[in-house]
């Protein structure tokens, strides 16, 4: 279980595990490509920085497929961190399905 914050705020964004992302309460809420992370829907919400970091660009991201989600998972969720003050780069904006993130 690896640990994301988003990267200007430095908040919690939620737990990768394999190539899956939960959130804080646990939720399977999207999936990873590469360092892309889409939701279950299909739609890219985030790029990884660092391994460690979750954000977007002023890009047009390519679009996914939809998923089913998995069984979730019991977790508490870390603290937050220091945000990263990088330009271009912005917080994920997570869509509906993913609001408790």
Not at 21 to 47: H, M, P, R, T, W
Not at 95 to 101: A, D, K
């Amino acid at each position: 279980m690896k640990p994301l914050w988003k990267i200007r705020s430095g908040e919690f964004a939620g737990w990768k595990i394999n190539d899956a992302l939960y959130n804080s309460d646990g939720e399977n809420i999207g999936y990873f490509i590469d360092n892309l992370v889409y939701s279950l829907s299909g739609k890219c919400i985030a790029e990884l920085y660092l391994s460690d970091w979750m954000g977007t660009r002023n890009l047009i991201y390519p679009i996914g497929s939809p998923r089913a989600g998995f069984a979730g998972i019991a977790a508490q969720a870390p603290s937050g961190r220091v945000g990263l003050s990088i330009g271009g780069w912005q917080d994920p904006d997570f869509p509906r399905e993913c609001v408790n993130i």
